[in-house]
């Protein structure tokens, strides 16, 4: 399965953006998905994860009531709703997946075994 991230620019602090993560050559339905981002100079980190079913949904807590992760399996399509962007929410965003067997998520990086290119996202001041 292929990962295809999308949605990214640059805006301005305050703006919002939805990015897209679209899978090709096979499915999401039998997966966790999580969105990560990287910083120039930093780590990857969880944003948000959901669970197979969507039962179950994580964000990191700096950005609780900012971002909204969905998916929708019948469109092979796992988004992230990103609002009152701010400057350090400047970063490549990257979206992956792991094969899931119940409806738990996975906000470790060495969880996932699939990923997509990434997309940035700017925010300027």
């Known amino acids: 399965v292929q990962l295809q991230a999308s949605g990214g620019g640059l805006v301005q602090a305050g703006d919002s953006l939805k990015l897209s993560c679209a899978a090709s050559?096979?499915?999401?339905?039998?997966?966790?998905v999580g969105w990560f981002h990287q910083a120039p100079g930093k780590g990857r980190e969880c944003v948000a994860a959901?669970?197979?079913?969507?039962?179950?949904?994580y964000y990191a807590d700096s950005l609780k009531g900012r971002f909204t992760i969905s998916r929708d399996n019948a469109k092979n399509t796992v988004y992230l709703q990103m609002n009152s962007l701010k400057p350090e929410d400047t970063a490549v965003y990257y979206c992956?997946?792991?094969?899931?067997?119940?409806?738990?998520?996975?906000?470790?990086?060495?969880?996932?075994?699939?990923w997509g290119q990434g997309t940035q996202v700017t925010v300027s001041s």
């Open positions: 959901i669970s197979r079913f969507g039962g179950s949904i």
């Open positions: 050559g096979g499915t999401f339905s039998g997966c966790a």
């Open positions: 992956a997946t792991r094969r899931a067997y119940d409806d738990t998520y996975y906000y470790s990086d060495r969880d996932y075994t699939n």
